[in-house]
Nanobody, 124 residues
């Protein structure tokens, strides 16, 4: 059974930083593209960042302040978020997928497994 468990969310002031973690189990982690998505209240889930098997990364234009990384030995993917803004407030989801199209592909449909999400709130 595949499980993705996010942690590290919380309340932070504008301009602050947070580091999210996502621990994966039940899959061969190194085979998977790992992604972060977010969903703000009343909005659709949107792509944030992804990292592939080779360590190549891809970001949404709005989050070039963020850094995604992975540790295959720990089956964990991270999202370092700096210079946070109130508009970054959302539930952040970790996802795992086996790319079926051309890298990078930010579509939600490319991801097979999802975590439960962690809340990030940025106060102004």
């Amino acid at each position: 059974q595949v499980q993705l468990v996010e942690s590290g969310g919380g309340l932070v002031q504008s301009g602050g930083s947070l580091k999210l973690s996502c621990a994966a189990s039940g899959l061969t982690f190194s085979w998977y593209i790992m992604g972060w998505f977010r969903q703000a209240p009343g909005k659709e889930r949107e792509f944030v960042a992804a990292i592939n098997r080779s360590g190549n990364t891809y970001y949404a234009d709005s989050v070039k302040r963020f850094t995604i990384s992975r540790d295959n030995a720990k089956n964990t993917v991270y999202l370092q978020m700096n210079s946070l803004k109130p508009e970054d407030t959302a539930v952040y989801y970790c996802a795992a997928g086996r790319l079926t199209s051309t890298w990078p592909d930010p579509r939600i449909s490319e991801y097979d497994y999802w975590g439960q999400g962690t809340q990030v709130t940025v106060s102004s």
